[in-house]
Nanobody, 114 residues
Framework: QVQLKESGPGLVKPSQTLSLTCAVS??????????WSWIRQAPGKGLEWMGD???????HYNPSLKSRASISRDMAKNQFSLQLNSVTPEDTAVYYC??????WGQGIQVTVSA
């Protein structure tokens, strides 16, 4: 069974860059046909898919993020990362990494505040 765990700062200042990492165990991020996603849930709102990185390194993003998001991977460490630029308080949310939205990390609370 694949296990995922998010890590990163819990507090980010407005206009700065939010950086999160998802460590994967029990499976390889290069396994064929796998796609690894970042999903967030803001207070009082539903789940929002932010983007994903596939087994071959290709990436896809939610257009609503207006090119602020970037997903990358470190194959040697078997982990993938999210960077979100120019954050505002509206980016405050619990951030999750997932495999096909079936296996989920525990989530990490990120607050954007001065």
């Amino acid at each position: 069974q694949v296990q995922l765990k998010e890590s990163g700062p819990g507090l980010v200042k407005p206009s700065q860059t939010l950086s999160l990492t998802c460590a994967v165990s029990g499976g390889s991020i290069t396994t064929s046909a796998y796609a690894w996603s970042w999903i967030r849930q803001a207070p009082g709102k539903g789940l929002e898919w932010m983007g994903d990185i596939a087994y071959d390194g290709s990436t896809h993003y939610n257009p609503s993020l207006k090119s602020r998001a970037s997903i990358s991977r470190d194959m040697a460490k078997n982990q993938f990362s999210l960077q979100l630029n120019s954050v505002t308080p509206e980016d405050t949310a619990v951030y999750y990494c997932t495999l096909h939205q079936v296996d989920w990390g525990q989530g990490i609370q990120v607050t954007v505040s001065a």
